[in-house]
């Protein structure tokens, strides 16, 4: 019974990148090889940085905001979007229009996120007789992450890919990347400094932002969509904090 | 092969070796793992009893049971005080099937607890055990102690039981499972007795063998919980008790001048809940001479739990002299400790293998002999043997002290001819007062250790220790290692682990799948139709069209 559960869950988190593949023209395009090129530069970039986060940061004696250690964290989240910058631009894709490189590279890279952080826990912990809600939410975490990469590869593509920007979103795009990439230390630096709604406003006043920025771009309706759903990736984020909190105070 | 081929059957096979590995990651993630003692499973001239099982892996159900429950596939948690004997008895004597029982025996809670809680506690413990010990129960029985943990389960439990349904594999719940190897007979079981000797003073014109006097106790116990028997008060009383006479003997003999005219020999024994077989094994290895030198034989049993009254019992009639003798000596001393010790003669049925108490053993090797209890009526078989009610708490020093006085002032006064004296031999605050502390730490030892003869082998650390003590204050120490009587078969598997799980439903992860399918096929449809257009998702479920028409 308790395979069942494992089997459950592993739908639950893998299950939407196979259904996104076969539902859309991506698999009519035979788009696989991009993704499984992004899925090897994702492993790339997450090598590089955890071996930049184990050298450069430090154990955290006690729970107070460090700005350095921030700041830290923040480059080296940069690199994810070096990782990203990369497998869209510098990696040979074959004849396929912008609208399904995107894709195909965003649902690649999700994938292997996926697997990575989130295979091992559920093989471990989901066959063992005893039932929590963890493997659940870690599986709605993983729909999320998909949502939210998809909108990052799009945001990517719309920075890099596309010669002619209008000129008024440029700032606007650019400014949406930046948060984007530092919005983990955001939300981590307000909620210890309890300002935890606070977080969440900020969160969605950004999701807004980018769902203006693209939204009059030709056939980037789909792409507005998408980062509309990134309040879905910011729901996550919320469940698995409570978790953690729930968690860590017993 | 070439090089690469190689290469890469290594790898496969190392690959294989790793999936292999993975399939069997076994983490331990139960909501809690408890310590848990099993009840005692053993054959008695071939006819099993006890608790023929051990394996539990079932949902726990708890009291009160909701009307009709099916209870051959939960576990029962029941704390002891709710548990209803006859409900118990009904089940054993209609051979009802039961998953498990767990029992949870209450834990002291120190003074809150009045002296009538306790005496009910012990009645129920008691019945309890006689109804389990002497009872075929062919699933398992298991005894945890009371704690916060349990409380908590047996309220959760509560809760989903009031909800109208128990708890199955489709309701979800509790599920109890305790994983330990099938029970194996315990080979060759070893029952080892230990003495030593104190021996006394030859003069030069003695050319025969000095007098001996034994005292004996037994060490070992019975229960219905073996890895709980620590038996405080049957007979660890008995052995600190002989322990702390050693010990002051051992002062007086130290000193030639102070040496009595007899052998004192100490002998702790085991095998004594199986009627004493230990006894009669270690007295059939000692040399005839020796046998007959043995003046009379005190033995103690039970001595940890009385304030007033301790009795002496016989086998052979009091008007004997050799027994009234003794038994003036026990009564001078006690009227001046203002106790009171009373005499009862049972006859021995050499016929009958039951042996009640130990000095029947020596009596039937003619040795005069005595046990001195507190017990005033012989116990039943397998009964008063150290059981689950039998801990620290149940005994106090004092008794001990006692006894100690007791004996100890009536044997100098016998070796030293001190009748009619006014002598305290053993007096407070002299280099020969009784140490208490000695009693108290013997006694605390002794409360935490299991000794179920047939689970203590020949080099059990026990035995070593008590061997060590005795070395101590004595000389010529031996262990006398035999194998336990034929009727008795022991079955191992004492203690386990319990681990409790919060397991959920099959319904809800059936619901689960259904919910978890219909989001993936909402997922595709919705993909479908944003990316292709409505009329391709229609195109899929529409079958091709015939090619007939153009072919004709």
Redesign the interface.
């Known amino acids: ?1 308790t395979v ?2 494992f089997l ?1 869950c592993a ?2 988190t893998f ?2 990148h196979v ?2 593949y ?4 991506l698999s009519e395009y035979d788009t696989i090889g991009t993704s499984v090129k992004a899925a090897a530069v994702y492993l790339g970039t997450a090598l590089v940085k955890l071996v930049c986060l184990a050298t450069l940061l430090k154990v955290p004696e006690n729970d107070s905001f460090d700005p350095y250690q921030e700041l830290m964290k923040v480059f080296i989240g940069f690199i994810d979007v070096a990782g990203l910058y990369f497998a869209l631009t510098q990696l040979t894709h074959r004849n396929i229009s912008q609208n399904h490189k995107f894709q195909a590279v965003g649902l690649g890279w999700a994938f292997a996120d996926s697997v990575l952080h989130r295979l091992a826990p559920l ?3 989901a ?5 929590t809600w963890e493997y ?1 939410f870690q599986g709605l975490e993983a729909n999320a992450n998909l949502v939210m990469t998809l909108s990052l590869a799009a945001l990517g593509s719309l920075m890099w890919l596309r010669k002619n920007k209008p000129k008024t979103l440029i700032p606007i795009i650019y400014a949406c990347a930046l948060l984007l990439a530092t919005m983990p230390s955001i939300t981590s630096s307000l909620v210890s400094l309890s300002y935890y709604s606070l977080g969440q406003t900020c969160s969605n006043m950004q999701l807004l932002e980018e769902v203006i920025g693209v939204a009059d771009t030709k056939g980037g309706w ?1 792409r507005a ?1 998408l980062l509309a759903c990134y309040g879905f990736h910011q729901l996550a984020a919320v469940l698995g904090l409570s978790e953690t909190d729930v968690t860590r105070h017993p | 092969m070439s090089p690469s081929g190689e290469l890469l059957a290594s790898i496969s096979s190392a690959l294989a070796v790793a999936f292999v590995l ?1 399939a069997c ?3 331990g ?3 809690t793992a408890v310590g848990v003692y099993r009840l005692i499973q053993y054959d008695l001239a071939g006819a099993p009893l006890g608790s023929r099982a051990a394996v539990i892996n079932h949902h726990a159900a708890a009291l009160p049971l909701p009307a009709g429950a099916d209870l051959s596939r939960s576990a029962l948690v029941a704390p002891l005080l709710d548990l209803p004997l006859s409900f118990l008895r009904e089940y054993l004597v209609e051979k009802k099937h039961l998953g498990g029982l767990l029992i949870l025996l209450p834990t002291n809670h120190g003074d809150k607890e009045s002296a009538d809680d306790k005496g009910k506690v012990k009645g129920v413990l008691t019945e309890l055990e006689k109804l389990l010990v002497h009872e075929q129960v062919p699933y398992p029985v298991y005894f945890a102690l009371h704690d916060d943990n349990f409380d908590n389960l047996l309220a959760d439990i509560h809760k989903i039981a009031s909800s109208g349904q128990p708890a199955s ?1 489709t309701t ?1 719940g509790y ?1 109890l ?1 305790v994983s330990s190897a099938e029970p194996r007979k315990v080979s060759s079981p070893t029952i080892s007795n230990i003495q030593g000797w104190l021996p006394g003073l030859k003069g030069e014109g003695d050319s025969e063998q000095l007098p001996t006097i034994a005292i004996v106790a037994n060490y070992d116990t019975f229960g219905a919980a073996p890895a709980l028997s620590v038996g405080s008060d049957s007979n660890g009383s008995g052995v600190v008790a002989l322990l702390e006479i050693a010990r002051l003997f051992s002062r007086l003999y130290s000193n030639p001048k102070t040496r009595g005219k007899y052998n004192i020999l100490f002998g702790l024994t085991s095998g004594g809940p199986y009627n004493y077989n230990g006894t009669s094994k270690w007295l059939r290895s000692f040399d005839q001479r020796v046998r007959e030198g043995i003046d009379y034989a005190i033995c103690l049993n039970s001595v940890g739990s009385w304030s007033n009254d301790l009795w002496m019992h016989v086998s052979k009639p009091p008007e004997n002299p050799y027994i009234k003798q003794i038994f003036e000596e026990f009564s001078d001393v006690s009227k001046e400790m203002g106790v009171s010790v009373g005499i009862k003669h049972k006859k021995i049925n050499v016929s009958n293998p039951r042996v009640a108490w130990e000095h029947e053993q020596f009596s039937r090797f003619r040795v005069t002999a005595l046990t001195l209890s507190e017990m005033s009526t012989p116990p039943e078989f397998l009964e008063s043997t150290g059981g689950l009610h039998d801990t620290r708490e149940s005994t106090d020093v004092e008794s001990v002290i006692r006894t100690v006085r007791l004996v100890s002032e009536s044997l100098a006064r016998h070796i030293y001819g001190l009748k009619e004296r006014n002598i305290d031999v053993f007096a407070e605050n002299s280099s020969l007062a009784i140490n208490p502390h000695y009693v108290r730490s013997w006694l605390d030892l002794l409360s935490r250790t299991p000794r179920v003869a047939p689970f203590l082998q020949k080099n059990d650390p026990f035995i070593a220790a008590l061997k060590k003590e005795l070395s101590e204050h004595t000389t010529d120490v031996h262990v006398q290692s035999d194998a336990l009587d034929g009727m008795f078969t022991f079955y191992d598997a004492t203690k386990a682990t319990l ?1 409790v ?4 439903s ?1 319904t809800f ?1 059936l619901l ?2 259904l919910v ?1 399918g219909s989001y ?1 096929i909402v ?6 139709i ?3 257009g409505v009329d391709d998702l229609i195109n899929i479920f529409r079958r091709p069209p015939s090619r007939k028409l153009k072919g004709a």
């Not at chain 1, 066959?127 to 039932?131: A, H, I, K, N, W």
């Open positions: 019974m069942f559960h459950n739908f639950l299950g939407p259904v996104y076969s539902a859309t023209p093989w471990i912990g066959r063992g007789l005893e039932f659940i789909l969509l | 993975l990651v076994e983490l993630d139960a909501a594999a979800g599920k499972v681990n799980y919060q397991v959920a099959v992860d689960f799948l978890l993936l997922l595709f449809c919705f993909l479908v944003t990316t292709r």
